[in-house]
């Protein structure tokens, strides 16, 4: 139950629970109340019976007699008094009324006469006496409800106990309840956001389906958002420190060679020849060593969040048949078969300086695990459009319905299912011993491949058979869907 619904439903209980509380307790009062009325009426009426006995006779009213026998009658919740017809007090039993009252109101005096009145503490009876057809007076008797008056006291008393009792155990069960709803996950995730700030071990988070528990949520979300971030931000400070590392040895290399053959050409040299032989070192080295800059300088640039590449906009027959040529000296030069199809017919947004870059990554990669003999497929196709010489491994992977695939597949060795995962990475190269027998590059050509491939709105994936081949395919949007 979420906690705004939960605060309402408590409110409402804290007020009306008590409110019917005291009504049941009114109800259950006052039939008591009622079921003592009726009995205590009938025992009041039958000793109002038994006085009336003695004082309804007109001898009561005799000016100078005795009333030992009313004295007799009366006591502490009998009241009798004697009126003339005129009003005046002929006897009481209360004795402050002697001394306050000894005339009555006439009007008030024959007011409710043979009427059994009641009030809070007493029954109050009048009557008149008569001789023949005159009034010679009027006695009143009252009877009073010490008893009742005593059981409603006590009553009132054990109701205002029991609903004081029931409010404190209703406050206690919401005092119970709020704890057990708010404060107590409010500590448990204060508790956690603690441990996870002075790096200690976080508790299960608690879970229930309420504000406080998408609060700690959230907070378990955010939790392993920073933990992500800082395993990627550890793990990116060991690839850097590892590229620093792996370019400086590779830089000593070359750079070496350059010294080595520049303080040969600085020495005597025997002929000319050797001086174009260690002149055309130098430059190679040179070359590579510029290279390997390019790629350090294009992969950082890349890694730069604010970086925006600059997208105009090709036709994409003209562009991507240029982009896929001149690549056949080369196969040519190393025995190799290429294979070229373009069919692109759209229009796309395209950085051609970076997608040349593309191209020669792709290419030189593919020629350089490639042997004399191999067979190397370089096609821009559209997603409609598949190659018949695409390895059969490949096609699930051609399955985008719009835009055009760049693919480069060249037959050989192949790559180990467990190394395609790694090849994107930075400084990684399969097979390091044998790449390097070959003319290793830098390592970063994939890696800087698949980042301009993705700022062009696209993928690169890459599929392998051992024996059987190796096959990159980016995948570029049109024009209409990239807009």
Not at 50 to 55: A, C, H, Q
């Amino acid at each position: 139950m979420k906690i705004k619904t939960w605060l309402l439903v408590s409110y409402l209980i804290v007020m009306i629970l008590p409110l019917v509380a005291a009504y049941v307790l009114f109800l259950w009062i006052n039939a008591y109340h009622q079921e003592k009325n009726v009995e205590e009426y009938f025992e009041k009426w039958v000793e109002l019976q038994k006085i009336i006995e003695v004082i309804d006779t007109p001898e009561m009213f005799q000016l100078g007699r005795s009333y030992e026998e009313l004295n007799k009658l009366t006591g502490a919740h009998i009241e009798i008094n004697l009126y003339l017809k005129e009003g005046f007090l002929l006897y009481t039993s209360n004795p402050i009324k002697t001394q306050i009252d000894t005339i009555a109101s006439t009007d008030k005096l024959y007011k409710n006469l043979y009427e059994f009145e009641k009030d809070y503490y007493a029954y109050t009876y009048r009557s008149p006496v008569l001789q023949g057809k005159d009034i010679i007076g009027i006695y009143e008797v009252r009877l009073a409800r010490n008893e009742w008056v005593k059981g409603v006291s006590d009553r009132t008393w054990l109701v205002i106990g029991i609903f004081v009792l029931f409010f404190v155990a209703i406050l206690t069960i919401v005092a119970f309840l709020v704890n057990r709803k708010l404060n107590k996950p409010l500590r448990l995730l204060m508790k956690q956001m603690k441990a996870f700030a002075e790096k200690n071990e976080v508790s299960p988070i608690y879970e229930v389906n309420d504000e406080i528990g998408e609060l700690a949520k959230s907070f378990d979300e955010m939790r392993l958002q920073i933990i992500t971030a800082k395993q990627k931000l550890i793990e990116e400070q060991g690839e850097k420190e590892y590229m620093i590392a792996s370019i400086s040895h590779d830089l000593k290399t070359p750079l070496t060679s350059i010294r080595t053959y520049a303080e040969a050409l600085v020495g005597k040299i025997p002929n000319e020849e050797k001086i174009n032989e260690y002149s055309k070192v130098i430059v190679d080295k040179s070359n590579y060593m510029k290279h390997m800059l390019d790629d350090l300088l294009m992969y950082t640039l890349l890694q730069t969040p604010t970086y925006e590449m600059e997208l105009v906009e090709v036709d994409g027959e003209e562009f991507f048949d240029m982009l896929i040529s001149d690549y056949e000296p080369l196969c040519m030069e190393k025995g190799i078969t290429l294979e070229l199809l373009s069919t692109v017919e759209e229009f796309y947004r395209v950085n051609p300086k970076q997608m040349l870059r593309v191209m020669d990554n792709l290419m030189s990669n593919a020629i350089k695990h490639s042997d004399s003999k191999d067979h190397i497929l370089l096609a821009a196709i559209h997603s409609n459009h598949l190659p018949l010489s695409i390895m059969p491994f490949v096609k699930p992977l051609l399955t985008k319905q719009e835009g055009m695939y760049l693919i480069v597949q060249n037959s050989g060795e192949g790559i180990e299912q467990t190394e395609l995962e790694k090849v994107f990475k930075p400084l990684y190269q399969v097979d390091s011993a044998r790449t390097k027998n070959r003319g290793s590059g830098t390592g970063l050509g994939l890696s800087i491949t698949k980042q301009i491939i993705e700022k062009h709105g696209g993928t690169v994936e890459i599929a392998s058979e051992k024996q059987v081949g190796t096959c990159v395919i980016c995948w570029l949007p049109s024009i209409n869907k990239g807009e």
